[in-house]
Each structure stands twice: as C-alpha cells, then as structure tokens.
C-alpha cells in the first residue's frame, strides 16, 4: 500500500457504519414507534427510545448512541434543543431535529445547537436515511479531525523534548522539558535518583543504558515507563556521554520522548492491512481515474481476478454488468467526484447500491457496492474505495420466501395469502369486461375420513397422501384455476370464467373421483379416501371473499351431513341454516353456566323393585330470545367450538355436589351419571380434574359414573390407558348408545368398562318380535358373559318394561318414570317410584 499513498495522506473517513446505533426522542409514542420500525427496516438499530429532556440524557449517558433523534417540542417533557445543547457540546453525540416546526425563532433556537440535521414532518424515508448517514459521516469525519488535532498536538509536545541529565557525584538525573508523560509532576522539572530512574523502565533498558557509565557510550532504546502500569506509556530515549576532558569528570546527558500514539498507529496498520486481506467483501483501490491500484484476496476469489490481470485496468471495462435499472457507481447519474487529470475535484460523495458484476468465466452476479472517496490533505480526490459482496445467496432466500410466503410447505398448493391474493383479482375484475360481471366458482373440499388415517398410520403416512391428492388436483384443472391448501385435509378451488352451475358441478364430480381412486403409498398398502365438496359461485351466491368462502363451506358440511362422498351448492337453505348454527354459536358463547345453561336430572330406576337408586345428568339451554333449544342441536356446535370441555367440568362437579346432597339425605345411591366428549378424554390431567372433583366435594368414587360413546373411545389416542386411570380412582365407566356406533367388539375386551348402556332406538319397538328384540337379546347374552351391567334407555310403555325385565334388564330411565327434572325436584322425589300409568304421555 506505501507506493501508492506516497507521501501518505491522513487515514480516508471511515464509512458509516451498517448496523448504527440511534436513539429516539419523541414524545408522541405512535410516531416514535413508526419512527423505530422505519429506521429498523433500514437497517439501525434503535437503542432507545426517550419522551422527555430528562430520559433522553439519561440514555444518552448510559447507552452512547452513534445518534439522536430529537423532536424540538417535548411537550411537558421538556425542551429538546436544551437537551440537544448538551449532547452534542459535552457528550459528543450527534443531534438531527425531526420536527413539524419552521418558525424562524424555532430554526434560529436549533441553529445554536449547531445540530447535524434538520427535517420538517412529514418527510420521506429515503430522506431520513440521506440525513442519518450523513450526520453519521459527518460525525465520522470530526471524530477524524479530534485524532488528526490530538496527534498534531502531540507533535509539538514531542518537539519540545523531554530532557534528562544525570550527575554521577549526586547520582541524580534531572529531568527537565516535556516531562507530562512521566506522570511525575506538574512542574516543568524535576529530579531522581538513577536507582529510582532505573526502576521505572523495562530491564533490557536498563542494561543499554548502563553503557553511558563508560566515556563516550551511547543509549538507543525504547522502553515502557513504569512497565506495570496500564495503559503502557511508550518512552524513545536517545542519550550520551560527553567528556569534558577532565579524567573522571563527563555528563549523560539525553533526550525522551512518548511514542505510545506512535506504536499504537503502527499496531493499527497492522490491524488494517490484516483486515484488508482479511476481509470477506472485496476490496479495490483504484485512483482517480477508476484505474486498480490492489485488491484483497477476497476480490480474487470472488470474481476470478488476479492482481496481474487488472493492476491499471479501468475496472469499468470488466466487473460490472449493468442491467437497465441499475444505479451503478460510475455512471453520471450516481452522483459521484468526476475527477481530472491534474487530481481537482468539486465534490466526492459516498455512493453504495446493488449492480450486476461480471466474473472471469463471464457468468453474472449480483452485488452490493460500496465507493467511498479517499481525500489528501487538501480534501482533494486522490484514490477511491471500492467494496462489494456476492448477494446471490440472498436473492435466492428472497425467492424463496417469497415462495413460501404463498405456497404450502407439504403440497406445493397456494396458501392462505395466496388465497387472499387471487380472491382480490377475481372479485376486482368484476365490471370490467363491458358491462358483463366477472364469473367464477370457488369449491371448498375436505377429505372423509383423513383423520383416522392419519391417527391409525401416522402422520407421515398422512402427509404422503396429502402430497398425492395435491397432485391429483392440479392435474384436473386448467391452468387459469388456482388450487389452495387451508390447512390439515381443507382445500378450496377457485375456477375462472365458470358461468354455468353444470360447469362447476362437472368438474367437482371428476375431482370426487379421482380422489376416490386407492393412492398408493411407499411401503404400504393402497389406501383410499373421498371428499366432501361444496361449491359458491360469485356473484350469485357472496359479492366478498369471506362471504364466498363461508357459502362454500356451508355447502360442504351440507355435503357431508348427506353422508359424505359427494358434493353440494349453496343456496338460500343453506344459508339459512348456516345463519341459525351462527346463531346457536353465539348464543352458547354468551350463555352462563347456571342460568340459560342448565342441568336436568332423569332418574335412574331398578324396575324390579321400583327404586331410584341414581341420575344421570343432561344439558338443558334456555335461549333468551329462541327459547328451548334442543341438546341434539347445541351439544355438537359446542363440541366444534371447544366450549363442550368448560360445560363438562362443570356438570362433573354439580353432580360430585349433587351426589353428596342426596346421600346426606339418607337416600341409597348407586350412580350420578355424566357423559364425557371426546375433547374432555383427550385433555391433559383429565383423570386430575375428575379426582380434584371427587375431593373438593367429598363423593365417593364408586358414586360417579362415567358415560363415553363408541365413537369417542375409537378417537382418543390412549384410550385405554386413561380409562384404566380413572378405573383405579374407582369411578365406574359405561358405554353410552351401546349398538349404535361403528366400533368393534375389542372395544368390551380391551377396555375397562362396568356398563352398557342398550340405546332407546332398540328398545322403541321391543314389545314387537322383530331385529330390536334379537339385538337386545344379543346385548344381554353378551353383557351377562363379559360380566357387565345393564341400563335401557328410552323407555316409555309398561310392555317394554316388561319385555326389559324377562330379557334379566332391570335398570332403566326413561319417561315411562318420569323425564329429567331439575335439582330441587330431584332431591324432592320419593325413594320408590311407580311406572307413569300413562306411558310417554
């Protein structure tokens, strides 16, 4: 580097840094927070943020940011040009006033602050960042001139020489002149003896400068004053015996000065040229005609160039690659230092951006550039800086988040954004094709029985086959459709320029089918699945987005409540249901436990001896404005909206409360039933809650019965382990329905169960020799050989009764006793109970 900055000019300014550290003070929070994420997204970093005078010293102080941004009026803060005052004169942090005000005796007022910026609200953000860097600059550039002027003034210390005489008859040195950097004395001079001199250099010093003992010896050394002392203090010392003819008569007489400035500045070089070969950007010096004095390493490796091959070349005739939209450094319209021959400049200006380079094979990049001018002693252009990084890899992760962001992970389908995105296009086309409205449908699919698939193979097995259905869409649509995964097994299709509902409806049928067809599956055996679909057309059927989507998705639950495997379109029925289920949705969401939301009690009776030995307990709604609504239409929708779990809890303790009500009663009680969903059995420390219930209360386990379903027991991953927990709690567990669901009979052999309970649609028409009475006789055989209990459901007239009873069933509920009644009639009812002479009536 020494031949070309010969002589050498001061070190070139610093560029900014990328990452600089700025300090807010506003005191209108929504403006300082918009403020700190525009200064983020350009790259700084807010350290902090003040609203008063007083805060913002105080994190000025502590913090040191590279800068302040100051807002004049604090408001009952304080006045920002007074705190302005004080760090930019006596903390040297650099103040830009970002202000609404212009007044002349406001400018006036921030002018004597000699701030580093000024900008009226609202400005631009390509504004803010040209002030910032500039302040930064020109920051940068003063703390330059401070260690230009330090060292200036160290030079003319150093001139005036520390003088040291020492006299061998008193064994003292004088040391007179310069003598701050011993750190002595204040005075100009002073004395010591040689022992104490000696013990404040290094001992290879020492021993140079015992030769001076001898006439005419000499001393040439460098050495720590005071050596333990930190920061070193670095000491030159030059001195010599002089004779003055006298034999035994002669001075030591030398000179010393501080190069502790001296040996750090060298050890910065160092520093910088390790860091210049170092580097990972490359780096180009080039002089003022844009011709390459060196580069580093990195340059070699990145573009293929070797120092021999462009040492004088003009680096505008080989790296770059300029695209149309480029702002490359060279050009005029970069604003940058046109310099002559002669080295005269106007003006020199820092310029970075993004451009294309051109590699020695002469494949392209992309690149971040940065030219900074370097300046000699009369602030002319005397080299140029030119660094710049390989930004491929970036631009490929930008893309591909940029991918991300709008397509599904697993399938490759467009996402929710993406959705959104087309959605937005579809409906906006709307009107603009001479006068004729834009036409297109949107399906809504879900996949039947994808669920079990995935809980019985797993979910990589789920994901495969996810991957494959993907497939089998796109395949079935043009290329104008757009495909989109929801989430889990939801897909919805928008297809364009669809005006007839046949047109939709046929290719909803080729989508059914080719989803039926068995997907085959690394590994395993074919698997097969169907779909559900709805189908919404827009305009006719929404005039939005939400509203398009919500008509689709009715259609579909209407599809799959049809049985499944098929597809259906919206119209005003479903629309009118949908607005009823919203309804009952929202309704359950504002009900209270205990008011609208009720329990009601039927009793359990032992037929043959006409006793009430128990209850089960069952949910009653009384809508405010609909009145009763029945459990078959609010207990599914609260299972969809997760409420069912907070109404389970707390029906499990009215009945742990109800059950130790009646037994204070002196009643005999058997059982208090409570069913339990699917969502309660699957929630951590279920079994924890039902114990907690039992003890808050003080029931005895053996009191509380425990009603699941068929189709729960089949849906809840480890099942049986939490049955045989609540088992060994010693709370009873019966099969509610029993006949009714689709589950095998390994679910009475693996599971630990006291009960069954024979569903009502068996026992309607039991009276009747038909397939209900052989059922049931198959569900007694059964019970009686697997050792459980019995419970008919639904019964109404004396002759199922008895049916019941000579079938060995004798416990029963129904309203043939007496339907579900609340608490207080419950507790009020007597111990035996006499079959209702009038049935069901």
Not at 324 to 337: K, L, V, W
Not at 489 to 512: C, G, N, Q, V
């Amino acid at each position: 580097m020494n031949e070309l900055l010969n002589p050498p000019p001061p070190s070139p300014p610093t560029p900014t840094p990328r990452l600089a550290r700025i300090q807010i003070v506003e005191d209108e929070r929504i403006v300082a927070l918009d403020l700190k994420q525009d200064l983020e997204s350009l790259g700084y970093i807010v350290n902090g943020v003040a609203a008063s005078e007083q805060r913002a010293l105080e994190l000025a102080r502590s913090d040191r940011p590279d800068l302040v941004l100051m807002d004049i009026n604090l408001g009952k803060g304080g006045d920002g040009t007074r705190a302005a005052q004080t760090l930019i004169s006596q903390l040297r942090i650099p103040v830009v006033y970002l202000t609404a005000y212009a007044e002349p005796a406001t400018l006036e007022r921030a002018g004597l602050t000699a701030p580093y910026g000024y900008l009226l609200k609202p400005f631009e953000l390509r504004e803010l960042n040209a002030t910032i860097r500039m302040a930064l600059a020109r920051r940068e550039v003063e703390r330059q001139a401070e260690r230009a002027e330090q060292r200036y003034r160290l030079a003319l210390d150093a001139a005036q020489l520390g003088v040291m005489e020492f006299h061998p008859e008193s064994d003292q040195i004088e040391l007179n002149g310069h003598v701050d950097p011993l750190q002595l004395s204040t005075a100009r001079g002073f004395a010591l003896s040689r022992q104490a001199f000696m013990a404040c250099i290094e001992l290879s010093a020492r021993e140079q400068l015992a030769a001076l003992l001898q006439p005419g010896g000499s001393a040439h050394c460098v050495t720590r004053w005071k050596p333990a002392q930190e920061p070193p203090t670095w000491l030159e010392i030059r001195a010599c015996h002089f004779s003055e003819g006298v034999p035994g008569d002669g001075k030591i007489i030398g000179v010393f000065r501080d190069i502790s400035v001296q040996l750090e500045t060298e050890a910065q070089l160092r520093r910088a040229a390790v860091v210049f070969e170092s580097a990972a950007d490359a780096i180009v010096i080039l002089d003022t005609q844009h011709r390459v004095r060196a580069i580093n390493p990195s340059f070699t490796q990145m573009t293929g160039w070797t120092l021999e091959q462009v040492l004088g070349q003009d680096v505008r005739s080989f790296l770059p690659a300029q695209r149309q939209n480029d702002q490359a450094p060279f050009h005029a319209g970069a604003n940058y230092t046109s310099t002559d021959e002669e080295g005269s400049s106007a003006r020199a200006a820092v310029w970075h951006g993004e451009t294309m380079c051109r590699h020695r094979d002469g494949r392209l990049f992309p690149a971040w550039q940065h030219l900074a001018p370097v300046l000699d002693a009369q602030g002319r252009l005397s080299h140029q800086v030119l660094t710049f990084t390989d930004i491929s890899a970036l631009r490929r992760a930008e893309t591909q988040i940029q991918h991300l962001a709008y397509h599904d992970a697993l399938t490759g389908l467009g996402n929710r954004h993406h959705l959104e995105v087309c959605l937005r296009h579809f409906i906006g086309n709307e009107g603009q094709r001479d006068r004729e409205p834009a036409r297109f449908a949107l399906l809504f699919m879900d996949l039947d029985g994808f669920k079990t698939i995935n809980d019985t193979l797993g979910h990589g097995v789920g994901d495969e086959l996810l991957i494959q259905i993907a497939r089998r869409l796109e395949l079935c649509l043009r290329r104008s459709d757009v495909s989109v995964r929801l989430g889990g097994d939801e897909f919805i299709i928008l297809l364009s320029d669809i005006h007839r509902t046949d047109d939709a409806t046929t290719l909803a049928e080729k989508l059914l089918a080719q989803i039926r067809l068995p997907v085959e599956l690394a590994g395993r055996d074919p698997v097969s699945v169907s779909a559900s679909v709805g189908i919404a057309q827009f305009p006719e059927h929404g005039r939005s987005a939400d509203a398009l989507i919500q008509a689709a998705d009715a259609a579909m639950y209407e599809a799959k409540s049809a049985g499944r495997n098929r597809y259906e379109v919206f119209s005003a029925r479903l629309s009118d249901k949908a607005v009823a289920r919203l309804q009952i949705e929202q309704g359950l969401r504002r009900a209270r436990l205990g008011q609208e939301l009720m329990l009601h009690w039927q009793p359990i009776v032992d037929m043959a001896r006409q006793r009430v030995i128990g209850a089960e307990a069952l949910m009653r709604w009384q809508h405010p404005e609909l009145g009763a609504i029945s459990p078959d239409r609010f207990i599914p929708v609260a299972e969809d909206i997760g409420l069912i779990e907070d109404f389970g809890r707390w029906a499990l303790d009215q009945a742990c409360r109800l059950g130790v009500r009646w037994l204070a009663s002196g009643r005999p009680l058997e059982r208090l039933a409570v069913n339990i969903s699917a969502r309660q059995l699957q929630r951590p420390g279920f079994v924890d809650l039902v114990a907690e219930a039992l003890k808050r209360h003080g029931l005895p386990p053996a009191c509380l019965e425990l009603e699941i379903t068929e189709s729960t027991l089949q849906s809840v991953d480890s099942g049986r382990v939490i049955l045989g927990e609540l088992r060994r709690l010693g709370v009873k567990l019966a099969i509610d329905d029993f006949g009714t669901g689709f589950s095998s009979l390994s679910l009475l052999k693996h599971f630990p169960l006291d009960r069954l309970k024979i569903d009502k649609s068996f026992v309607r028409d039991l009276e009747r020799e038909g397939h209900d009475l052989a059922i049931v006789r198959a569900i007694v055989a059964l019970a009686s050989t697997l050792g459980l209990e019995l419970t008919a459901e639904g019964v109404e007239t004396q002759a199922q009764r008895e049916v019941l009873l000579k079938l060995g069933v004798s416990d029963a509920q129904g309203w043939l006793y007496s339907r579900a009644l609340p608490e207080a009639d419950l507790l009020s009812l007597r111990e035996s109970l006499a079959p209702n002479a009038a049935g069901s009536a």
